[in-house]
Nanobody, 125 residues
Framework: VYLLESGGGLVQTGGSLRLSCAASGRDFPFSNMAWFRQAPGKEREFVADISWSGGSTFYADSVKDRFTISRDYFKNTVFLHMRSLKVEDAAVYYC???????????????????WGQGTEVTVSS
């Protein structure tokens, strides 16, 4: 299974951007999909998670009420709608997939087995 992100780019403070992550492969093995981000010199941090079957979501406090994670169940694609972007949101954003058996409410990066290559988001002031 491969995860391919798209949609990154340059946006001004207060602007919006939508990231996409498409999972390709014969089987779709994920129970959850998530977005993480990593800014230069910082550790990778959790952004948002969605359960694939039920669609329940969970967000980091830093993005709650500004970002929305959603999925297209039939196209095996997850989205991250980002609004009211701040300079501190600038980072490389990674899509991740969690397989069944991994702790669903543990949002640490180590619980996600599959990762995309990342898409860069730049926010200008």
């Amino acid at each position: 299974v491969y995860l391919l992100e798209s949609g990154g780019g340059l946006v001004q403070t207060g602007g919006s951007l939508r990231l996409s992550c498409a999972a390709s492969g014969r089987d779709f093995p994920f129970s959850n999909m998530a977005w993480f981000r990593q800014a230069p010199g910082k550790e990778r941090e959790f952004v948002a998670d969605i359960s694939w079957s039920g669609g329940s979501t969970f967000y980091a406090d830093s993005v709650k009420d500004r970002f929305t994670i959603s999925r297209d169940y039939f196209k095996n694609t997850v989205f991250l709608h980002m609004r009211s972007l701040k300079v501190e949101d600038a980072a490389v954003y990674y899509c991740a997939g969690k397989v069944p058996g991994a702790e669903s409410t543990n949002y640490q990066a180590a619980t996600y087995s599959y990762w995309g290559q990342g898409t860069e988001v730049t926010v200008s002031s």
